[in-house]
């Protein structure tokens, strides 16, 4: 009896359930519908087949096994011919800069979305006022490009050598230049060394992690990491400084150099000399345990190291880059234009030891961000194509596929704090995707064959990605041949 009453429960339960279904099924209409896909879990490395992908809006309303096809409609049906669907990509350090780069700046943004990079981190620049607007401006949808998270305008010293930044001298107009920040509703703090005084810079970071801030830095001669960490820093931007971990006596030679005691010369002189890798990996557990994640950015030392075997002159992502942003390439040239075979190969060798950190860096746990650290002044870095580059180091420095994957995934949108929304395919989050035509997970290099891109649930296929480039390319030309007319 008990059993038949749960029999006719089961079975009513049942048929309500189907009712329910055809109910919101057939007749709801979704946006778009995605079949015919392998689905790379970026969490797990797990790839899977035969799904459905539900678009509503921006966000991924529902992903159904395939035979489940007939019971769901949506507007655009589209068959992405088994290639591979990877979250969208985040590239978490670029700059856009240069008050005399604005237009050459924002022609970039749709070449951004066609290189499958889906938010960015600006990592503050002397545009601040036009990067907020741009936040907003494609936020709203009335500009195409990647989701922006800014810091806006950095911490430095007064007269520092950057331009635009936030110059203190004291604590009084740190806290001011916090107040500021806020005000500008940035969703993040970026701080510099190079003319800040190494005490007030350990008081901002507290200052903004008290204030509840992330907050990214370089790391001055005068200030250990150790410091840093416990004062509450996010990340560190450019593994070249965590190299310093690797010595010993880095908290004491931090000390001296911040008492006057020792000059940056000779601190950079005895971390080159005394490194020690068993050293280093203690200071990585260090980062893990602490929560300080890491923006390698190798592309720029390595375009640096390798200069001058490297012929630029035809590569392909000049098209959108005008003269005058390109014309900034060349301060870093002149710099090093003194340096000879000696020097060239200890900028490789440099470049090696900094890359051969990343797997000891992961295996201690700590989080990587994939960032390109693009911009205007950091000769060849380009934008957007940057990031994939970067990617491909990580990989060839010893990083698994998944590990770079996630890099550019996972990490950064956990690291931002909107993983609810972002960094992997999941039901409710923002439907920010990219298909590859290759499985990412035998080779990064995959993230640059990219069929289709997805961006808050619009769908851009190849030909249209290619108009979007096309257009950029075309913008470029004009901005070049208007200001050549104009002899600027
Ligand atoms: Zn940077």
Known sequence: MLRNLFQFVFVVTGFLASLSLAADGPQRDYDLLLKNFRLVDVESG????????????????????????????AKEVVDLGGNYLIPGLWDMHVHFEGRDLIEDNALLFPVYLAYGITAVRDAASDLAPEVLNWRTEVAERKRLGPRIFTAGQKFEGIDSIWK???EVGDRASMLAGMDKLEKMNVDFIKITENTMDPQLFIDTVAEANH?????STHVPYGVSIGELADAGLSSIEHASYVLRLGNADEAAIAKAVRAGELSKEVAAERYRAGFDQRQAIEGYRMLAQKGVAVTPT????????YLAETDHSDDAFQRYLTQRFMSKYQWRIDRMAGEGDKEREARKARYQLIASQLPLLADAGVVLLAGSDSAALNTYVYP???LHTELVLFQEAGLSPLQALQAATVNGARFMGQWRDYGSIAEGKRADLVVLTRNPLED?????DIDSVISGGTLYRRP???????????ARAKLDSSREAAGR
């Open 46 to 73: 797990q790839v899977r087949d035969g799904q459905l992908l539900l678009i509503e809006g921006n966000r991924i309303a529902a992903i159904l096994p395939a035979a489940q096809q007939a019971e769901v409609a």
């Open 164 to 166: 635009g930044d936030l």
């Open 211 to 215: 204030r509840g801030h992330l907050v």
């Open 298 to 305: 190798l592309i720029g030392g390595r375009q640096l190291a």
């Open 384 to 386: 957007a194509e940057a």
């Open 444 to 448: 990064i290099r995959a993230t640059q």
């Open 464 to 474: 249209k990605l290619d108009s979007m480039l096309e257009q950029a390319a075309q």
